[in-house]
Each structure stands twice: as structure tokens, then as C-alpha cells.
């Protein structure tokens, strides 16, 4: 069962960092682009970050740049966002999204996990 | 940056065919794709490629895009069907998504 399964989310203060992490399982890890997108309560979706199959090609949203940090372990089948420098407009639902296609990253999401919650407040 | 535009809400009455539209600036040189989310629940690929189901998506869903306009068709809308739809699309490197439209069956 192709799966991925986000953890890492909590309440941090502004400035602080923290650390989420997606595990796969079910499919070929290191052949697909990953994905991280984010929801604001009652808002809409948002993508965050990308990363290709073999970690060389990242991308990000001007919201983030500089401050996240994307990066995956293909022997863990892991994902990973490092947030620093929260803020409260970070505070959301951090999901982690894969590829639909293999070696691709741009491109539709054709797995979604559960999503982390990340509370950015004082 | 790249603004992809959807209706707020569409409403549509049971067994009748819904038409959610998302336009952006030659969305129709691009490749479109859609999610549905239920409330609670995380969002689920319906369309992609403009018009491709993914596997066990029912056929009443279909998808087209040309010109600045994707548009999501659901026919013989069902109960179920009821949700928040997000358009999607890829410009400069970044993931572009749709503000959402809240379908309701009634």
C-alpha cells in the first residue's frame, strides 16, 4: 500500500525552528520527486517545496525561501522540511506530497499524506 | 507571480452535471490537474495531465484545458461528490494552486 505518513508537527514560537519528516512506503522512494504543501486553517492549499528523486533539484515558494530547508534520505525512504525562523503565518497543516510520475517534479500529486499540524505562536 | 483564479462555490442539484472553472495567463500551454478534499480529510488527485483520471476515480469526473481556462466537469453529480476542488499548475518552478471551490449538492 503506497503510504506516506508525516510526522515532527507541534506548537513552536516565533523564531524557533522544527523539524518534519515523511516516511514512504509502498513504492520506489528514490524515484520521485517529493513534495511539501501546507493549509492554514479554513484556507486553501499552498505548495511549500519540492525535491527531485535524487536530492540534486530543489525548489521553494517565495514564502520560505531562505528560511526552510528541504532534503530527503533515500536509504530511509525519509522526507524531510527544516522550518526556521517560524512565523505565525506558518502555522498550518504541513503535507507531503508525491510525484504522480517517476523522475519528475513537476507534476501533479498523486499521493498525499495525513499532514502535520505546526502551530507558530507565543 | 502566477495567480490561478477559481469560483468561490458552485451548486448543483443531484444526477446534474457541475463545471468548476480555474483560469491564469495561458493556463492552456501548461498541464492543469485537480484535488478534491473532504472535510477532515487530506486532498485526493482526481484530474492530471488536464484530463487523465487516476485509477479509482469514477468517470464522471473529467477535465480540459485550453486557452487560459481549465475547467473540472463532475457528471451526474453524487452526494459524495460534495467538497473543496484546488486546480493546480506549474510556473517558474513553483507549484501554483487555485484559491478552491466549494462544491455543494443540493
Known amino acids: 500500500q503506497v503510504q506516506l505518513v508525516e510526522s515532527g508537527g507541534g506548537v513552536v514560537q516565533p523564531g524557533r525552528s522544527l523539524r518534519l519528516s515523511c516516511v514512504a512506503s509502498?513504492?520506489?522512494?528514490?524515484?520521485?520527486?517529493i513534495h511539501w504543501a501546507r493549509q492554514a486553517p479554513g484556507k486553501g492549499l499552498e505548495w511549500v517545496a519540492l525535491?527531485?528523486?535524487?536530492?540534486?533539484?530543489?525548489y521553494y515558494a517565495d514564502s520560505v525561501k531562505g528560511r526552510f530547508t528541504i532534503s530527503r534520505d533515500n536509504s530511509k525512504n525519509t522526507l524531510y522540511l527544516q522550518m526556521n525562523s517560524l512565523r505565525a503565518e506558518d502555522t498550518a497543516v504541513y503535507y507531503c506530497?508525491?510525484?504522480?510520475?517517476?523522475?519528475?517534479?513537476?507534476?501533479?500529486?498523486?499521493?498525499w499524506g495525513q499532514g502535520t499540524m505546526v502551530t507558530v505562536s507565543s | 507571480s502566477y495567480e490561478l483564479t477559481q469560483p468561490p462555490s458552485v451548486s448543483v442539484s443531484p444526477g446534474q452535471t457541475a463545471s468548476i472553472t480555474c483560469s491564469g495567463d495561458?493556463?492552456?500551454?501548461?498541464?492543469a490537474c485537480w484535488y478534491q478534499q473532504k472535510p477532515g480529510q487530506s486532498p485526493e488527485l482526481v484530474i492530471y495531465?488536464?484530463?487523465k483520471r487516476p485509477s479509482g476515480i469514477p468517470e464522471r469526473f473529467s477535465g480540459s484545458n485550453s486557452g487560459n481556462t481549465a475547467t473540472l466537469t463532475i457528471s451526474g453529480t453524487q452526494a459524495m461528490d460534495e467538497a473543496d476542488y484546488f486546480c493546480?499548475?506549474?510556473?517558474?518552478?513553483?507549484?501554483?494552486f487555485g484559491g478552491g471551490t466549494k462544491l455543494t449538492v443540493l
Open positions: 506530497a508525491k510525484s504522480e510520475r517517476v523522475a519528475t517534479i513537476m507534476d501533479a500529486f498523486d499521493i
Open positions: 509502498g513504492f520506489t522512494f528514490s524515484s520521485y520527486g
Open positions: 525535491i527531485s528523486d535524487d536530492g540534486r533539484t530543489k
Open positions: 495561458k493556463l492552456g500551454d501548461k498541464y
Open positions: 495531465q488536464d484530463t
Open positions: 493546480q499548475a506549474w510556473d517558474s518552478n513553483t507549484g501554483v
